[in-house]
């Protein structure tokens, strides 16, 4: 006896859409992470801003040269250098929150109209720029979609790269409202449909454990209509919220970690970056109180790298140093472990791990996300793995064939 032809058609049908619906909302991940944002209260930003950025990390580089060389080599610290030069800022957020308060609506509607001609006029190295508006709370909601507005106004339309950040996330049902009001602000404003895109800051323990026990971030990714592209982990009002002492708020805290972790799982394959916070430590101060910050960093970044946070905030000219440095030692690193092994599996080699497609997709992913960020080039891969261009990472990547 054998199952009835009928019933292996509806099984099939059954199969095909959830497969269906899987793909709609985990359509898999997104290339192009920026390896930092970059926090400045709207009130102090000027068009010059990266390069003056750049100057101030470039001159605290040359203070401390021999420390950060002990930190990584001569060789990723002189790349560090040229980048902070030429292109010291990936993304920039001109915050409207907590990093600016409450200055009346007058003041703030000037700064919005500022704030966006500012962003419009940004070079091209700055590959996303936007704004964190206030949260959509009945408190602030009111002021939020003004600055909002008012930001787009002065820009004289959608800038290149823009995103606005949702502060205080604390229910899924926020997610619905900022899609409504993109919405409406593209009608009323000539933009494409779906143009306008935003993060949200994963802040408040509501944030990531709904009252039901589910997770609130999952489901505010899957409400957001394909809208929301980022996540960003708000270190210390999230760690004041569960009563950590202050002393004891930190990225590394097990609080931060479980929080992270959580907005990491709700967060794959479906496009949406995790953005890993902030310290509040910055460089400044005597030379070994500077030495201390730029260690912290160092360490910090170099901490969330390995656990596959390859993005974070920097609040300061002084964490660009140790942000390019730590990523691009960290890449070049991967770079070094991942060649023979992509090299074997390219070439059907044998050896003592053996790769599955799912590795070497892992394996071409972090080689491509080094390459983009500008730890190496593609000269330096083709030169430990002839055959591993950029074409063949990618189809490797995107768990294709390689192409002959």
């Known amino acids: 006896m054998t199952l009835d032809g009928e019933f292996r058609s509806g099984v099939a049908r059954e199969v095909a859409a959830i497969d269906a619906e899987l793909a709609r909302r985990y359509p898999g991940d997104r ?33 401390h040269h021999e420390l950060l060389v002990s930190l990584a080599d001569a060789e990723t610290l002189g790349r560090v250098r040229e980048t902070l030069a030429q292109r010291p800022i990936q993304d920039l957020r001109l915050d409207f929150e907590d990093g600016y308060g409450g200055r009346g609506d007058e003041v703030e509607d000037r700064d919005a109209v500022h704030a966006g001609e500012i962003l419009a006029a940004l070079p091209a190295s700055v590959r996303s720029r ?63 449909s779906g143009a306008l895109r935003f993060e949200l800051q994963i802040e408040s323990p509501q944030a990531v454990i709904a009252p039901d026990g589910s997770a609130t ?27 950590v002492a202050p002393q004891f708020q930190s990225l590394e805290h097990p609080a931060a970690d479980h929080a992270k972790a959580v ?14 916070g902030s310290t509040q430590v910055v460089p400044v101060g005597t030379d070994d109180e500077v030495a201390a910050a730029l260690t912290r960093h160092h360490r ?24 390019w ?11 070094t472990a991942a060649a023979p092994r992509i ?19 892992a394996l071409a992913t972090v080689v491509l996300r080094g390459l983009d960020c500008g730890a190496y080039t593609s000269d330096d891969v083709t030169a430990l793995v002839p055959a591993a261009t950029a074409e063949v990472l990618t189809q490797l990547r995107e768990r294709r064939s390689p192409t002959p």
């Not at 899609?179 to 494409?192: I, N, Q």
């Not at 489901?219 to 210390?236: D, E, F, K, V």
């Open 31 to 63: 290339a192009g992470q920026p390896v930092h944002t970059a926090y400045v209260c709207a009130a102090d930003a000027s068009k010059e801003l990266p390069h003056e950025w750049g100057r101030a990390a470039t001159e605290l580089l040359d203070r």
């Open 130 to 192: 936007g704004i964190r508006i206030k949260g959509l709370t009945s408190a602030e909601c009111r002021r939020a979609v003004r600055t909002l507005e008012l930001v787009l106004e002065g820009a004289g339309g959608l800038p290149d790269g823009f995103v606005f950040t949702i502060p205080k996330l604390r229910s899924a049902d926020q997610v619905g409202v900022a899609v409504r009001l993109c919405e409406e602000l593209e009608c009323a404003h000539g933009l494409p």
């Open 217 to 243: 971030v999952a489901r505010a990714i899957h409400r957001a209509a394909g809208r929301c592209i980022g996540l960003h982990y708000g270190t210390y009002d999230y760690s004041a919220a569960l009563g």
């Open 263 to 276: 907005m990491q799982a709700a967060a794959a394959q479906t496009g949406v970056w995790v953005c890993d």
């Open 300 to 323: 910090l970044v170099t901490r969330s790298l390995e656990r596959g946070y390859y993005q974070g905030w920097d609040m300061h000219p002084g964490h660009l140093v140790t942000r």
């Open 325 to 335: 440095l730590a990523t691009f030692a960290f890449f070049r690193g991967a770079l």
């Open 343 to 361: 090299d074997r599996y390219l070439s059907r080699r044998g050896g003592a791990v053996v790769d599955e497609p799912a590795t070497a997709q």
